[in-house]
């Protein structure tokens, strides 16, 4: 379970699979000079509910990772998050697609 914090104050946990692509989801929009809305479900023993933050060039944005190993990149969940960033409604998270380039077991990967 990793930690997304943004401008200091706000914090929130989310899954170190789901924050790698959020990450770079985050960091292309910002490359790119594209700011943008974040929003995530909040936790219930905060009550529920839901943050929506504003994302720019100014934003103080820390991925803490409590994984040892780098999630392998899933790219249709990039395209899909990436979507969601360019929309109205802005980056949220979205289920993973199957990777249909991935290998799915090592069986396959030796065959």
Do not use: C
């Given at each position: 379970?990793?930690?997304?914090?943004?401008?200091?104050?706000?914090?929130?946990?989310?899954?170190?699979?789901?924050?790698?692509?959020?990450?770079?989801?985050?960091?292309?929009?910002?490359?790119?000079?594209?700011?943008?809305?974040?929003?995530?479900?909040?936790?219930?023993?905060?009550?529920?509910?839901?943050?929506?933050?504003?994302?720019?060039?100014?934003?103080?944005?820390?991925?803490?990772?409590?994984?040892?190993?780098?999630p392998?990149?899933?790219?249709?969940?990039?395209?899909?998050?990436?979507?969601?960033?360019?929309?109205?409604?802005?980056l949220?998270?979205?289920?993973?697609?199957?990777?249909?380039?991935?290998?799915?077991?090592?069986?396959?990967?030796?065959?």
């Amino acid at each position: 379970m990793g930690k997304f914090q943004y401008n200091q104050m706000t914090k929130v946990d989310i899954d170190d699979r789901v924050l790698i692509h959020l990450q770079h989801v985050m960091s292309t929009k910002l490359r790119r000079g594209e700011p943008f809305a974040f929003t995530w479900r909040d936790d219930a023993s905060l009550g529920g509910g839901r943050t929506t933050v504003w994302v720019n060039s100014a934003s103080a944005l820390v991925f803490k990772y409590y994984g040892s190993r780098q999630p392998a990149l899933n790219h249709r969940w990039l395209e899909a998050l990436m979507f969601a960033a360019n929309s109205p409604n802005g980056l949220r998270s979205v289920p993973e697609p199957e990777d249909v380039g991935a290998v799915s077991s090592l069986t396959e990967a030796v065959a």
